[in-house]
C-alpha cells in the first residue's frame, strides 16, 4: 500500500491529507473516550463540560473530511486501491464520528451521576470494558496508519470478549438494582454508559472491517468473512 | 524570497525581450524586402521579354499587299483552256511581269525590270494559277487582285515608321522609290496575315507559317500524352501500392530520379539508336518525338504520381481495407480518385516540358525543312520550338519577326495548358 | 517515483535499490485473471508479433466471449492495438510485422498466409481511432461494404441495409434528409458513428475498436459508448481505450497490457475495485503510464 507515488504529486498530497486528517481526527475521539470515562468515574463534572464541547469539533471535523473525500472522487477519479483509501476513509470517518457521539453520551450521564453524589455501584465494570474498547479503538487505528489487517482481524476478535463482559455487566447492575431498589435510577444510568462503551466498541471493529477492505479489497461486513 | 526573485527575474526576461524587439523587426523588414525585390526583379524580367517578343513580333502578323491590274491573257499564259494540265505549265510569272510593266513603264533596262519583277512575292504566280482555278471564265479577262509582297520590300514598308528614309536593306534607291509611290497611291496595304497560319515553312519569309509544326507539335504531344500518362500512372502505382520494399526497388527507385535529371539530348541519341537504327521506324515523325519525350516526361509523371498517391491519406487506405476492400479495389475506389488531379497536374507540367523541348528533337530529324503540313504521326514534321530554332537562324531580317511570333503562338500554347491544368484540378479536387 | 516501471524493464538494478515492496514485481508466467471463457468467439493463443526484429507482443493467450465487450487498456506502446489489429490481419498491411501464433474465430483458424483475409475481414470489422470517412456521400459510405461484398442485389435492398445500419450507429435521424452529402461534412462523432455503421453494414460477427473516442470531445463520447452497449446485443466487441473510464462503463472484461505482456484480465468490475496485479494497480491508479 502506498500513495505516494501517483504521477500527480498533488493527487499524492490529497490522498496523504485524507488519511492523515483522518487518524488525527481518530486521535481526538479516542481522547474524548479516554476522558468521558474519566469523567464518570471520578465524577469529574468540568472534564465531562470539556468533552461535550470538544464533540463539536469532532462533527465539523467529519463535515470538512467527507467534503474533501468527496472532491477526490470528483477530480481524481479514484480506481482500485485509490478508491479503497477514499471509500474506507469516508466510512471510518462516519464511524469516528458516532463513537464521539457516544463519547459525548457517556459525559453527559457522567455529570448526571456526579450530582448524585459518590460513586455507585458497577464502576469496576465500566473502568473493565472502557480500558477494553479503548484499547480496540487504538488498535483499529493504529492497524489503518499501517494498512495492517493481520491485527485488524486480531482486533476484530476481541469485540467478542467485550460483548461478554458487556452482558455479564448488565446482569451484575440488575442484580445490584434488585437488592437495593434505591439504586435503580442510578443503575439506568450507569448501563446506559455500558451500552455506550459497547457500541464504541462495536464502531472500532467496524473500523477493522474497513482496514481490511483497504487492504485486501474484500467487504468482510455482516459475516462475510 | 522566492516570489520576489521570479519576480525580478520576470522583469529582466521582458527588458531583453523589448531590446531584442527592434533588430528582430529589423531583420524581418529586410527580408520581406528581400523577397519583394525578387519578385520584381522577376516581374521585369518577364515584363521585359514579353515586350521584346511582342514588339519584335506583332508585325509578323500582318503582312503588306500589292494591287496588281492583271490581264489573263491566253497568249502571255501559252494555255488556251482552264484544265489541270495547262494550268500547271501556265506562265502565270508572264503576266505579273507584265502587269508591273504596264504600272511602272519607265523601268526599261534589264537591272530595273529585274527590280522591279522581284517587288511582288514569288507566291504572287501561285495565287494567280488558283484565282483562275476557282474562276476559269476569268481567260482573257482583266481584273485587280491583291497579291503578297515579297519580304525585302515588307520589311522596308513596316520600317518606314521606326527609320527615316525606312530600312533599305537590299532595296535600291530607285525601288524604294517606286515602293514610296505605291505606298503613297494606296496601292499597298498592310492586311491581316493568314497564311502565318494556314502554311508550312518556307524559305521566302513572307511565305513562311507556322502550321506544320503546330500540327506537328500536337502530334508528337499527343503521342507523348498517350503513352506516358498510363505507363507512368501504372508504373507509380505498382511501385507505391503494390511493390515490395527491397533492395531492387529502391534502386529502381533512385534511378528513376536519376532519369528525370538526365540531359534530354541524351534522350534525343537514345531514340536516334533504338527507335531509328535499330526499329528503323521512319525518322523526323512525330510517332518517334512522341516515343523521345516520353522517354523524357516518364521520370517527372512518375514522380509527381507517387507524391499525389501517397498524400492520399493513409486512414483512407485503412478504412477500404478494414472494410474488406482487396488492394486492386482500394486503388481503384479509393486513391487513384483521390490522387488524380495531383497526377494530371504533373502530366501537364510533364506535358509542357515536351511541348518546348528542341535538344532531342534534333537528334532524330525533326529539325528537317519540312514545308507540308503532317497528316499522320508517321508523315515527316517539325515542331515549333524546332521551327523557332531554325528561324532564328536564318539571315533574312523578316525571319526576326516571324520567331518572335512563333513564340508568341508557343507561349499562348503553353500558357494554354497550364490553365487547362489549374482548371482540371479545380474541377476533379472536390474538398470533401 | 517510477520506480515500477524501472524495475519491471531493469529488474537486476531493481534489487540494490531499495526495500520498496513494488520493486519486487516481476511478470508473471502466465496472465493473471481469467482470460479464458467458455464459449469463445475470439481464441486466441499464444500470439507473438514482430516488427522486424523487435518483440511487440509476447505469447498473448486471450478469450473473447459471444456477445461481449472485452477492453485492452496499457500504456502507450504496450501492444495493446498491434493486439487488435491481429483480428482481422490489419498487421499484415506494415511492412515487416509477422503474427505468429492461433487464432480462432469460431474455432477456425485466421492466422496464416493461406487464409483469405477479404472475406475474414467481413466477418471481423474495424472501427478506427481517426474518423475516417471515405470522401464520398454518407450514403456511399455505407453502401461501400455491401457493395464490394455483393451483398444487395437491387437497388432497393441496398437502401434497406443503408438505412439499418444508420439507424443501428443511431444516426439515422440526422442524416436522412442528407445521404447524398459528403460523409466528411458531419461532425467529429457523426463521423465516428458513420464509420461505425460502415463497419457494421456488412453485417460483421466482431466489430474491433481501436480508440474510437480519442479524437472525440465527451458528448459524442458519450454517444459512442451508449452505442457500444447497444451494440454488444448482436456483436462481439473488442475495444482499445486510453481512458480507463471509459473501459469501466463499457467493457464486461478488461484485459491489462504491459510492454506486450498480456498481465492480466478479469472482469471488469474486478480490476477496476481491486486488480489482482500489482502493475494492473500501477496503471490503474495513475503511478505510471
Keep these: 500500500m502506498q500513495f505516494d507515488q501517483h504521477i500527480s504529486r498533488q493527487f499524492n498530497d490529497d490522498l496523504e491529507q485524507i488519511k492523515t486528517d483522518m487518524l488525527e481526527m481518530g486521535g481526538v475521539v479516542a481522547r474524548q473516550v479516554e476522558d468521558a470515562v474519566t469523567a464518570l468515574a471520578d465524577a469529574d463534572s468540568e472534564l465531562a463540560e470539556k468533552v461535550i464541547r470538544i464533540e463539536e469539533e469532532i462533527d465539523e471535523r467529519e463535515m470538512t473530511l467527507d467534503e474533501n473525500c468527496t472532491l477526490i472522487i470528483a477530480k481524481r477519479q479514484p480506481a482500485a486501491s485509490d478508491l479503497r483509501m477514499v471509500m474506507s476513509v469516508i466510512r471510518t470517518v462516519h464511524d469516528l464520528e458516532r463513537i464521539g457521539d457516544e463519547a459525548q453520551k457517556i459525559a453527559k450521564l457522567a455529570i448526571q451521576l456526579s450530582q448524585e453524589g459518590s460513586a455507585p455501584r458497577g464502576y469496576t465494570e465500566v473502568r473493565h470494558i472502557a480500558t477494553a474498547v479503548r484499547a480496540m479503538l487504538n488498535e483499529s487505528l493504529d492497524a489503518f496508519t499501517r494498512f495492517d489487517a493481520e491485527s485488524a482481524l486480531k482486533t476484530m476478535a476481541a469485540d467478542e470478549q467485550v460483548d461478554q463482559d458487556y452482558k455479564s455487566a448488565i446482569r451484575e447492575m440488575v442484580t445490584y438494582m434488585m437488592e437495593d431498589p434505591r439504586s435503580i435510577s442510578r443503575g439506568i444510568n450507569v448501563l446506559w454508559a455500558l451500552r455506550s462503551l459497547e457500541r464504541i466498541g462495536d464502531h472500532a471493529k467496524n473500523i477493522c472491517e474497513q482496514v481490511v477492505y483497504l487492504v485486501r479489497g474484500t467487504d468482510i461486513r455482516h459475516g462475510n468473512l | ?45 518577364v515584363a521585359v521579354l514579353l515586350t521584346d517578343i511582342i514588339y519584335k513580333g506583332h508585325g509578323a502578323f500582318f503582312q503588306h499587299y500589292l494591287q496588281l491590274e492583271v490581264q489573263y491573257d491566253p497568249e502571255t499564259l501559252g494555255i488556251e483552256q482552264v484544265d489541270e494540265s495547262a494550268l500547271a505549265l501556265a506562265n502565270f510569272d508572264g503576266v505579273i511581269k507584265d502587269a508591273m510593266k504596264a504600272r511602272f513603264p ?327 | 517515483m517510477n520506480s515500477i516501471a524501472t524495475a519491471v524493464s531493469m529488474p537486476e538494478t531493481a534489487v540494490q535499490e531499495g526495500t520498496d515492496v513494488d520493486h519486487k514485481i516481476e511478470y508473471p508466467a502466465t496472465t493473471v485473471g481469467a482470460p479464458f471463457v467458455d464459449k469463445a468467439k475470439l481464441r486466441m493463443r499464444g500470439i507473438d508479433v514482430f516488427y522486424g526484429d523487435k518483440q511487440a507482443i509476447h505469447n498473448v493467450s486471450l478469450d473473447i466471449g459471444q456477445h461481449e465487450v472485452v477492453a485492452m487498456i496499457g500504456p502507450s506502446g504496450c501492444g495493446k492495438s498491434t493486439f487488435l489489429r491481429c483480428l482481422n490481419r490489419m498487421n499484415d498491411t506494415i511492412e515487416g510485422c509477422r503474427v505468429s501464433g492461433d487464432i480462432q474465430l469460431d474455432g477456425e483458424q485466421i492466422n496464416g498466409a493461406s487464409v483469405d483475409v477479404v472475406p475474414l475481414r467481413a466477418r471481423v470489422g474495424m472501427v478506427f481511432q481517426k474518423p475516417n470517412p471515405f470522401p464520398k456521400t454518407i450514403y456511399e459510405n455505407v453502401a461501400y461494404g455491401p457493395r464490394i461484398h455483393g451483398l444487395a442485389s437491387r437497388r432497393a435492398e441496398l437502401d434497406e441495409i443503408v438505412e439499418t445500419s444508420l439507424t443501428r450507429a443511431g444516426l439515422w435521424n440526422e442524416v436522412k434528409d442528407r445521404l447524398d452529402q459528403p460523409g466528411t461534412g458531419l461532425s467529429g462523432g457523426q463521423q465516428q458513428r458513420l464509420c461505425i455503421a460502415r463497419a457494421i453494414a456488412v453485417s460483421p460477427e466482431v466489430i474491433l475498436m481501436d480508440e474510437p473516442c480519442s479524437a472525440l470531445d465527451p458528448i459524442a463520447t458519450a454517444r459512442i459508448e451508449e452505442l457500444i452497449s447497444e451494440l454488444r446485443e448482436n456483436f462481439t466487441i473488442a475495444i482499445v481505450t486510453h481512458s480507463m473510464q471509459q473501459a469501466a462503463r463499457v467493457s464486461q472484461r478488461t484485459a491489462y497490457f504491459h510492454l506486450g505482456n498480456l498481465v492480466e484480465v478479469n472482469d471488469t468490475e474486478r480490476v477496476f475495485t481491486n486488480p489482482e496485479h500489482a502493475l494492473t494497480e500501477a496503471y490503474i491508479t495513475g503511478r505510471f503510464g
Design chain 2, 1 to 45: 524570497m522566492t516570489k520576489s526573485h521570479a519576480l525580478r527575474n520576470q522583469e529582466k526576461v521582458r527588458s531583453r525581450i523589448e531590446q531584442n524587439l527592434k533588430r528582430r523587426y529589423r531583420k524581418e523588414k529586410i527580408f520581406r524586402g528581400f523577397g519583394i525585390a525578387s519578385i520584381v526583379f522577376g516581374l521585369l524580367c
Design chain 2, 106 to 432: 519607265e523601268a526599261r533596262d534589264r537591272r530595273a525590270r529585274r527590280e522591279l519583277y522581284s517587288i511582288p512575292s514569288t507566291d504572287a504566280p501561285f495565287a494567280l494559277r488558283d484565282r483562275l482555278q476557282q474562276a476559269p471564265q476569268l481567260l482573257g479577262e482583266r481584273e485587280t487582285i491583291w497579291v503578297m509582297v515579297d519580304d525585302d520590300v515588307d520589311a522596308f514598308i513596316k520600317s518606314l515608321d521606326e527609320i527615316e528614309g525606312g530600312f533599305r536593306g537590299r532595296v535600291s534607291e530607285r525601288k524604294a522609290g517606286w515602293l514610296m509611290s505605291l505606298y503613297e497611291s494606296g496601292e499597298l496595304q498592310n492586311r491581316f496575315n493568314t497564311q502565318f497560319f494556314t502554311s508550312g515553312d518556307s524559305r521566302e519569309p513572307e511565305q513562311a507559317g507556322i502550321k506544320a509544326a503546330l500540327v506537328g507539335s500536337a502530334l508528337t504531344l499527343l503521342v507523348t500524352l498517350a503513352l506516358s500518362f498510363p505507363i507512368g500512372v501504372a508504373a507509380a502505382v505498382y511501385l507505391e501500392e503494390f511493390a515490395p520494399k527491397n533492395r531492387w526497388t529502391d534502386l529502381i527507385e533512385v534511378n528513376i530520379n536519376n532519369l528525370a535529371a538526365v540531359p534530354s539530348i541524351v534522350f534525343g541519341l537514345l531514340g536516334l539508336a533504338i527507335f531509328i537504327n535499330f526499329f528503323e521506324l521512319p525518322r523526323s515523325a512525330p510517332l518517334i518525338g512522341g516515343l523521345v519525350l516520353t522517354l523524357m516526361t516518364l521520370p517527372t509523371i512518375i514522380i509527381s504520381s507517387r507524391a499525389a498517391i501517397k498524400a492520399v491519406p493513409p486512414s483512407i487506405r485503412e478504412a477500404a481495407m478494414g472494410m474488406g476492400a482487396s488492394r486492386i479495389q482500394v486503388v481503384f475506389h479509393h486513391v487513384l480518385p483521390l490522387a488524380m488531379p495531383g497526377m494530371l497536374t504533373g502530366a501537364i507540367i510533364g506535358l509542357a516540358q515536351a511541348l518546348g523541348e528542341t535538344a532531342p528533337l534534333l537528334m532524330i530529324g525533326m529539325v528537317a525543312f519540312i514545308v507540308d503540313v503532317p497528316t499522320g504521326i508517321t508523315d515527316p514534321a517539325t515542331v515549333l520550338p524546332v521551327q523557332i530554332f531554325l528561324w532564328a537562324d536564318s539571315p533574312e531580317r523578316a525571319f526576326i519577326e516571324k520567331t518572335s511570333a512563333a513564340i508568341m503562338v508557343l507561349l499562348a500554347f503553353l500558357i494554354t495548358m497550364n490553365l487547362g491544368a489549374v482548371w482540371l484540378r479545380k474541377k476533379l479536387e472536390r474538398r470533401w
